[in-house]
């Protein structure tokens, strides 16, 4: 990425790509990278995304470049026919396209190192605009580049997102970083357990203040994302830290943590801290909650075994339930939620037993157990602690909620 | 939604929140609902994503209106301060907001249902602009509405995905199909096992064509979705017929499904309709590939039971893989895959039994067994088949591209 003199205040980030306009793909790009921007003072002020036509690329890349700092354009860059960002930026920034040598270096390396040839159309991808500066792609075989368009700096990277982020993190994040002259504080309060409405109704006073600090609430499954940021010097943070204090008591125990993290993070990083395991028996969440821990590198040191216990032959077979339990109670029941938590962490010696069961739809509800209906049940030494919640939307919204309920209700038995 | 007359042709999608903007939350809305529109002759030019202020919503609603037939807006009809969607539409429209009694009717009802009382703030979302017409919401608490700025339709939806979807499903779909006077054709053909780029060079033809018929491609995860739509009329269908024909022939046996169905989908539906069934062993995807199963509808029939047997200990004690396997060849390997197999389908008298066991990284690698590097193996009565592949990206990518190859080898095992 080229170097400058100016700090990034404003950003605007661009993806292309019939898939994302017409919907095939969900671009997680751009919001992931504006998470990643706003800690070092960078104001993402607009995402748009366009087709993968060179003259919608061309036209977003000229307006944008003329309202902020920093244009990131993610896709376009791979090695098809459709793929047409190199050209549009080359027109935008009214120079041609010629093969870079660092760019061809790089391509070549890429293949080498999977022990596969170049197709032909990756010859492609070694064409830059006149000017451009190479941003080596570390995962894939595209590389990236940046151009200065007018006074802005706009940074072509693919849209794949493993090698979006990769070459944000190794590329991009550092060069913003090393252009900022003014340091910005920020706070994460997480909140799980609790409405949105019931949050906005204790912390808004603090949103619809005028900033700073700025406050802004997120919402995603059960967990409540709060951001509070300043400036970096000895006001902004002392702003913060009163903030951050009122929100505390606002927020009570459904603050679960104060950093970036997900609540299966905050779970992993606190059970090896304290050397403590777990076991999970899903029925209705049907591997999403060990799929959750196991998201988190480092989780195998926790988790010591999963179980998806879809059909009632499984809950017996693996995890003992009982059939009188099941034909008395049901499959979706406090009893079996607990039969379930209990056996699966017996069976593994873990510290604590995790168990979901119940009903995530279409189908399968009933009168006295209506869809979105579930038991949440973990066991350790001491007790068996049991919630019963109904929760809301389709299927996918009630195995997500469960997930979050789940780890929330682990949370409060760990302290 | 309010009726018309004149078909709609073209669509904007405006997503609107700070947590959008500044990346805490993905929106999945707009590429879902683009999906959706396309089949009904709607193609969406653009998507912005703008913050939770009056005035970027009041601007870019004003901006899209005058552009395109509809305008879908995302967010911000919650009960929060924030929440200002309804208000930028007013000023948009040039009208003021006034209490719908409808919108009234339904927000109680919402709570009635939940056995809840309303919170105050929840009155805020039954404020609409005058002449709006409500749009009901089946799953939470805030109502939609439409409302004419201009020539185009501007429908307000909330934000959160299963309520977005469950609005656009009931209410907006049917209004766009009831108003559509040209029926369009689309073919879906969906690609597993094959790299982007050689995807593209096998059917570029078709995409660089000018058309009728249009034809884009996307991949995800090592699935690349391939989309042909024509008019609907005879000569329209012949096209997309031949064109169909002849990608089906450059495509080979990659080719999946001919539906617009993930891989998933297709593998429960077809065990379901021979009444076969799998079991599954997961370690470096841990619970991701019993979750793909258990996301759709109807897998319990399919779905015996998964193991998350993340750890050795786990491997041997539920799967009976060998201390010897374990210490000769390496929990990551082609021997432990197989034992996994058909251990699994063993235990549970599964048709198929499945496995993975991986390095997904960032830590775990070595020399010989480098991060990305997975064994993959899907046993039944006839045989047990095993691959190995070395995955790029990071360990969500890793995780993802292991699920879909896994899935593809039981897909081929079927045939």
Redesign the interface.
């Known amino acids: 990425v080229t170097a400058g003199l100016a700090p990034i205040r404003t950003a605007a980030l661009l993806a292309t790509?019939?898939?994302?306009?017409?919907?095939?793909?969900?671009?997680?790009n751009?919001?992931?990278?504006?998470?990643?921007?706003?800690p070092l003072g960078v104001e993402?002020?607009?995402?748009?995304?366009?087709?993968d036509g060179l003259a919608p690329i061309r036209d977003a890349a000229v307006e944008l470049a003329a309202r902020v700092g920093l244009v990131v354009v993610g896709g376009g860059i791979?090695?098809?026919?459709?793929d047409r960002t190199r050209e549009a930026l080359a027109n935008a920034a009214g120079v041609e396209l010629v093969v870079d040598a660092e760019a061809q270096r790089q391509v070549a390396a890429f293949f080498a190192r999977?022990g596969r040839t170049p197709?032909?159309?990756?010859a492609r991808q070694a064409s830059l605009p006149r000017g451009a500066t190479v941003v080596e792609n570390p995962?894939?075989?595209a590389p990236g580049f940046s151009v200065a368009i007018g006074r802005a700096t706009v940074v072509a990277l693919p849209g794949?997102?493993?090698?979006f982020?990769?070459m944000v993190e190794s590329a991009l994040l550092p060069w913003v970083a090393a252009r900022r002259s003014e340091p910005v504080e920020t706070r994460f309060l997480q909140v799980v357990g609790l409405p949105?409405?019931?949050v906005?109704?204790r912390i808004?006073r603090w949103?619809?203040a005028p900033p700073p600090p700025l406050v802004?609430?997120?919402?995603?499954f059960g967990v409540v994302?709060v951001?509070a940021s300043d400036r970096g010097d000895a006001a902004g943070r002392a702003r913060l830290d009163r903030c951050a204090a009122e929100l505390r008591t606002a927020l009570g125990d459904h603050l679960f943590s104060d950093r970036d993290e997900t609540l299966a993070q905050l779970l992993v990083r606190e059970l090896a801290r304290r050397g403590q395991t777990v076991a999970?028996a899903?029925s209705c969440?049907?591997?999403?909650?060990?799929?959750?821990?196991?998201?988190v590198?480092g989780?195998?040191d926790v988790?010591?075994?999963?179980?998806?216990?879809?059909?009632e032959?499984?809950k017996r077979?693996?995890l003992g339930v009982t059939e009188e339990s099941l034909a008395r109670h049901g499959a979706v029941s406090e009893v079996v939620a607990r039969e379930l938590a209990e056996n699966v962490r017996r069976?593994?010696g873990a510290t604590f037993g995790l168990s979901t069961t119940g009903v995530a739809?279409?189908?399968g509800g009933t009168a006295a157990t209506p869809v979105g209906t579930v038991h949440l049940a973990v066991a350790s030494e001491r007790a068996t602690v049991h919630v019963a919640r109904?929760l809301?939307?389709?299927?996918?919204?009630v195995?997500r909620f469960a997930v979050v309920a789940l780890l929330d209700l682990l949370r409060r038995e760990m302290r």
């Open positions: 790509g019939e898939e994302l306009v017409r919907g095939a793909v969900v671009d997680t751009s919001a992931w990278l504006a998470r990643k921007l706003r993402v002020v607009e995402v748009r995304v366009v087709g791979g090695p098809t026919e459709d999977l197709s032909p159309s990756n995962v894939g075989s794949v997102p493993s090698e982020r990769a949105e409405s019931v906005g109704e808004g949103m619809t802004s609430m997120t919402v995603e994302h951001c999970v899903e969440t049907g591997g999403l909650v060990s799929a959750a821990f196991t998201d590198p989780s195998s988790l010591l075994e999963g179980c998806v216990v879809y059909t032959a499984a077979r693996t069976r593994t739809g279409p189908s109904r809301p939307g389709d299927r996918d919204s195995r």
